[in-house]
């Protein structure tokens, strides 16, 4: 009934769609799957300026990119943009957001957006992309969560709790993929913190265990888990403990993130300005 994903998918020839493409790890795996020979990137971005950028990077290399200006919290705006794109090899749900305030500090209209921008648009390019990857048997899903979706972390209830719901949408959607023996798979993607400005002003006790990771690296990390058919990448290693943890009692478990820092990670967060 059910069939592992074991045999990864090949970027080269592949078309590969990236939301939140015009900055940060979205800029960095678009660059690299052109490098790695996608027949095509398909750049959707809030940010017109960002995304040509990035086109124009591709293009400069030798690669082909197209650019979509796309909000992917917009229902509608996803679906009609889809239909001009389908189909496509590899999705990348990419676009997030962080308001990154305790919870009374953040607006109603801050904490919406979170959910909108790193949960509902999830099912809403899923569900645009999906069907055709089905009809094909063939494509890949990635979901850029966060480690921040494996631990609740102090002035991030909006960020973590839609990270967290990241995993349960990536983790619900395998299942229903295995149930049905298609050869359509998922990527869930959970990394610590990034040096790409989303989250600057942040601090990590541990520097060698837990460090802010390159945007660079990342990325090829990512493009080489698709490659491969892996299903889930923690980033750094360590990281990778956590869901372990949860089997301690509350109190242990609550010891266990403090001697790491975690809650202090966010003490002088300022974000991009
Ligand atoms: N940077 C980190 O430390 C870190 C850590 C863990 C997870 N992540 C996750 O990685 C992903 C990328 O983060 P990043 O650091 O590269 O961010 P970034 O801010 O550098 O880039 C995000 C891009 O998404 C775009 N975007 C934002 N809202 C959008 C929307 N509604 N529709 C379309 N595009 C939109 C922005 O214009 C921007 O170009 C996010 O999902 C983030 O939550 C980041």
Redesign the pocket.
């Known amino acids: 009934m059910s069939r592992k994903n074991t045999r990864g998918l090949a970027l080269r020839g592949a078309r590969v769609l990236i ?8 800029r960095q795996m678009a660059l690299e799957a052109a490098r790695r020979g996608a027949s095509e990137v398909i750049l ?4 017109s300026e ?1 995304a040509e950028a990035v086109k124009g990077e591709i293009q400069t290399a030798g690669g082909v990119a197209s650019v979509g200006i ?4 917009d229902r509608a705006g996803v679906a009609e943009a889809a239909k001009s794109i389908l189909p496509v090899d590899v999705l990348i749900n ?5 308001t990154g305030a305790d919870l009374l500090e953040a607006t109603d209209e801050d904490i919406i957006r979170t959910f909108d ?2 949960t509902l ?1 999830l099912y809403w390019t899923t569900r645009a992309f999906l069907p055709a990857m089905r009809d094909r048997d063939r494509g890949v899903i990635v979901t ?5 979706g494996l631990v609740g972390v102090a002035k991030q209830t909006d960020y973590s709790a839609s ?1 967290f719901a990241a995993f349960g949408f990536t983790e619900s959607l395998r299942n229903e993929l295995r149930a049905r023996g298609s050869n359509v798979s998922t990527l869930i993607f959970a ?4 040096n ?4 600057d002003g942040v601090t990590t006790k541990f520097p060698r265990l837990l460090p802010l990771l390159d ?1 660079n690296d990342v990325a090829r990390r990512v493009l080489d888990a698709i490659e491969s058919g892996s299903q889930q990448l923690i980033l750094p290693r360590l990281a990778r403990i956590m869901p372990a943890t949860r089997l301690l009692p509350v109190r242990a478990f609550d010891r266990v993130v403090d001697f790491f820092g975690i809650n202090q990670t966010m003490d002088h967060f300022t974000g ?1 300005r």
Not at 19 to 26: E, R, V, W
Not at 94 to 98: L, Q, T, Y
Not at 196 to 199: A, L, P
Request: proline share 2%; net charge positive; glycine share 14%.
């Open positions: 939301t939140g493409a015009g900055s940060g790890i979205g959707w971005d809030l940010s960002r796309v909000n992917v919290a990419n676009a997030g957001i962080v921008v790193n648009a850029v969560a966060s480690a921040a990270k990394p610590y913190y990034i790409t400005g989303m989250f945007e991009r």
